[in-house]
């Protein structure tokens, strides 16, 4: 059974697939260093202006950016929850 929490978390990820107006962060051009680099000062500073989700702009290219930012936020300890969709990752912060 989910727990409310995880609930919540899930239909954040819903919400935010179709709102424009999330903070984002876009990674295109970088290498992935730059670009962890870039995601971690991006989430920390989200945390603090107290956003609960946000969206990261990979790109589609070789899909090697795009997954070396999934596997860093999936470790990121500020990171309830995150989805993959596309050249986007969304995440509960």
């Known amino acids: 059974m989910k727990s409310n929490k995880q609930s ?12 424009p107006s999330l903070p984002s962060l876009d990674l295109h051009g970088l ?3 730059e670009a962890e680099l870039e995601v971690d000062h991006f989430l920390s500073q989200q945390l603090y202006r ?4 946000v969206r990261i702009i990979c790109g589609v290219g070789t899909g090697a950016l795009a997954d070396a930012i999934w596997e860093f936020v999936q ?3 500020v990171v ?12 509960v912060l």
């Open 8 to 19: 919540l978390s899930e239909t954040l990820l819903s919400v935010a697939q179709i709102d």
């Open 50 to 53: 107290k956003e609960r989700v």
């Open 75 to 77: 470790k990121h300890p």
């Open 31 to 33: 290498s992935v260093h």
């Open 80 to 91: 309830e929850m995150a989805k993959s969709k596309g050249s986007e990752i969304f995440v």
